[in-house]
C-alpha cells in the first residue's frame, strides 16, 4: 500500500508571521515624532517596550485574552452574590506588563500632579505600541490614568489613593483597593434614558453620614473588575461625581450588583457590564453639584487616549498589510512590486504617518498646558477635533488592509479581522462624532481669541502647503457662520487635517506637502491609492513605514 501525498500540506507562497518585531524602532515616524515632541530621552525605554511588546509571546497573549472573554459571575455556589468577573490568564499579563511600563500612572507625580517634561508624549507612544498588540486592557488602564484628573477636585482622596495607583504593580485581587500593591479605577456615567445627555442621570446619591448611598443604574459601567468607580449620580445639589469602591469601609462587600457584561461588536477581553447601585457606598469628588466639570477633566484624557489607540490599530493594520505585500508574490513578481498595490499602500503609510505626528503633537500640548496658555487652549480645541478625525479614519483604513491581504485577512485566525471590530470603539466611546463637533464649537464660542490664536497658528504653519491657506479659510468661515452646527463636521475635519498637516510639517517636511495636496485639495481622492503619488514618493513613504524584513 503506498503512503498517500497531499499536495496542499506543502504550504508556500504565504507571509512569515509579522512577529518578533521591534514595534518602536521599526516604525520611523513614530520615533522622528517623539522625538521632536521632546521624548527623545526615552529611546532606549521605547525600544525595550517594542521589543517586548512586539514579540510573538505577547501577540499570543493579545489572541488568547480576546478567544476567551471575560464571564460574570453573579453568585457563588451557595447563592450569595459574588459579582465578580474572571479573566483568562492572559488578560492579567497584559494588564501586568502595561502597569509595569507606567501606561496607568506615568503621567503623574507621586501627589498626583501633572509629571511634566515630555511624559505625555512617551506614554502615548508606549500606549500606541501596546494598541498594535491587544487593545480590550487598555479601557482599564486609560481610565485609572484619567481618574486622577477628576479625583485631584477632592485633594483628601487623592492623597489616599495615590500610594496604591501610584505603584506599577499590577494586584487582580478581589480586595479593598486600600489593601492592594495597585488599583485600578473605572467609570459610569451612561443611563437607559439618557446616553450622550448624562444631565437626564436618574440615578439617586442619597447622604448618609459623610458618605452617600447610590440607587439606581447604569447602561454601561466601564470595566466592572476595578478596584472603584467614578459615578454620575443626583445629589440635592443637582448632579455629582463620587468615588465608589469594590469594598465599603466595613471591609464587606459594596452593593454593586452587575446585571450582565454586554455583548460588543468588538473589545472582547474587556468586560463593560450593566450595572444597578443597591444602596452602594461611595463618597463625594469635587463640588456638589458639578459632577459634569469634575468628570470632563477625566473624559478629556481618555477621549485624548481613543485617538492614540486608533492611531496604534491604524499603524498595526498597514504594517501587516505591508509586510503581507513584500512577501506574497502574484503574477510572478511580489504584491509590492505591483504599482497599484504600492500606490495603496504609500497612501495608507501617508495617512498613518500624518496621524501619528498629529496625536504626538496633541500630547505636546498635553504636557506644555499647565504653564503654556497657547498650548492649554491648542489642547482645549484640538481634542476633540483629532478625536473626531483619527477615531473615524480607523475603521476604513483597518478594512483597506484586511484587502490587501485578501481572504486572509478577513478570517479570524489573523489579527486584521480583530482589529476591524476594535476600530469602530474609540468614535463612539467617550462621545460620538456630534458630539466631538458641538464641543470643538463649544471650545471656540467660549474661548474665541485662544481658539482663533491655535487657528492663526496653524495658518502660519500650513501657508507653504498646498491647499492650506485655502482650507484655514474655510474653517474660519465656518466657526463664524451662524448655523455653524449644520457644518460642523467638514469644518472640524478640515480643521484636523489642517493640524495634520502642521504636525506633520515639523516632523517630515515633504510628506506634508503630499499630504496637504492629497488631503486638502477642493475635492480629494476618497479612496486609498487614488492619489497621484510618483514611484520615488512611495518608496519614501513605505521605506519609513517599515523596513523590510
Known amino acids: 500500500m503506498t503512503e498517500s501525498v ?12 509579522f512577529e518578533d518585531v ?100 512617551v506614554r502615548a507612544a508606549k500606549f500606541y505600541m501596546a494598541a498594535q498588540v491587544e487593545t480590550g486592557h487598555l479601557c482599564p488602564v486609560t481610565m485609572t490614568r484619567a481618574s486622577v484628573a477628576a479625583i485631584a477636585a477632592q485633594p483628601d482622596l487623592l492623597a489616599q489613593v495615590m500610594p496604591v495607583l501610584g505603584t506599577k504593580r499590577y494586584d487582580s485581587a478581589f480586595a479593598p483597593w486600600s489593601e492592594k500593591r495597585g488599583m485600578s479605577i473605572g467609570m459610569g456615567m451612561t443611563e437607559k434614558q439618557g446616553g450622550t445627555d448624562v444631565r437626564s442621570n436618574a440615578t439617586r446619591a442619597i447622604r448618609d453620614g459623610d458618605a452617600y448611598r447610590i440607587i439606581g443604574h447604569k447602561w454601561f459601567m466601564s470595566a466592572p473588575m476595578c478596584d472603584a468607580f467614578l459615578v454620575l449620580a443626583q445629589a440635592d445639589e443637582g448632579l455629582s461625581c463620587f468615588f465608589m469602591p469594590r469594598f465599603k469601609p466595613d471591609g464587606s462587600v459594596n452593593d454593586i450588583q452587575f446585571q450582565r457584561l454586554k455583548d460588543k461588536l468588538g473589545n472582547r477581553s474587556n468586560a463593560s457590564s450593566e450595572v444597578e447601585f443597591a444602596g452602594a457606598y461611595a463618597v463625594p469628588v469635587g463640588e456638589p453639584g458639578r459632577g459634569i466639570r469634575t468628570i470632563i477633566q477625566m473624559v478629556q484624557l481618555t477621549r485624548q487616549d481613543c485617538a492614540i489607540a486608533s492611531a496604534g490599530l491604524m499603524r498595526s493594520g498597514l504594517a501587516h498589510a505591508l509586510h503581507h505585500a513584500r512577501h506574497r508574490s502574484v503574477f510572478q513578481k511580489h504584491l509590492i512590486d505591483h504599482s497599484l498595490m ?59 488592509a484586511m484587502e490587501c491581504l485578501g481572504g486572509n485577512g478577513y478570517v479570524e485566525d489573523g489579527i486584521l479581522a480583530r482589529h476591524y471590530r476594535e476600530a469602530p470603539v474609540n ?48 474653517v474660519a468661515r465656518a466657526f463664524l457662520q451662524a448655523d455653524n452646527e449644520r457644518t460642523a463636521r467638514l469644518a472640524v475635519e478640515t480643521l484636523a487635517k489642517l493640524a495634520a498637516a502642521a504636525a506633520l510639517n515639523e516632523v517630515h517636511p515633504p510628506h506634508a506637502e503630499l499630504f496637504a495636496r492629497t488631503r486638502l485639495a477642493p475635492e480629494p481622492a476618497t479612496m486609498y491609492g487614488a492619489a497621484d503619488l510618483s514611484a520615488d514618493q512611495a518608496r519614501s513613504l513605505l521605506a519609513r513605514a517599515l523596513p523590510e524584513m
Not at 521591534?22 to 515624532?33: I, K, N, S, Y
Not at 494588564?95 to 506615568?106: L, P, Q, R, T, Y
Request: aromatic fraction near 8%.
Open 6 to 17: 497531499f499536495a496542499t500540506h506543502e504550504v508556500f507562497n504565504q507571509s512569515p508571521p
Open 22 to 121: 521591534d514595534l518602536f524602532g521599526a516604525d520611523r515616524p513614530l520615533v522622528e515624532a517623539v522625538a521632536l515632541n521632546q521624548g527623545s530621552y526615552a529611546h532606549v525605554e521605547l525600544e525595550a517596550f517594542g521589543r517586548n511588546w512586539g514579540s510573538a509571546h505577547m501577540a499570543d497573549r493579545g489572541r488568547l485574552a480576546n478567544e476567551h472573554s471575560p464571564r460574570l459571575k453573579s453568585f457563588d455556589a451557595k447563592g450569595l452574590r459574588r459579582d465578580q468577573v474572571e479573566f483568562h490568564p492572559a488578560y492579567h499579563e497584559l494588564m501586568s506588563e502595561s502597569f509595569h511600563a507606567g501606561i496607568h500612572n506615568s503621567t503623574w507625580d507621586g501627589r498626583g500632579r501633572p509629571a511634566g517634561g515630555s511624559a505625555e508624549v
Open 342 to 400: 504600492r500606490s495603496v499602500l504609500a497612501d495608507m503609510a501617508l495617512q498613518v504617518e500624518a496621524t501619528v505626528a498629529l496625536v504626538m503633537r496633541l500630547c505636546r500640548a498635553f504636557d506644555q498646558a499647565p504653564h503654556d496658555h497657547l498650548e492649554a487652549a491648542y489642547m482645549r480645541l484640538m481634542t476633540p477635533a483629532v478625536k473626531y478625525w483619527v477615531c473615524k479614519s480607523a475603521p476604513p483604513l483597518v478594512y483597506e
Open 427 to 474: 468614535a463612539i466611546w467617550e462621545g460620538s462624532g456630534n458630539v466631538m463637533c458641538l464641543d470643538v464649537l463649544r471650545a471656540m464660542s467660549r474661548e474665541s481669541d485662544a481658539g482663533t490664536e491655535v487657528l492663526q497658528g496653524l495658518i502660519q504653519d500650513t501657508a507653504g502647503l498646498t491647499g492650506g491657506p485655502a482650507a484655514a479659510s474655510l
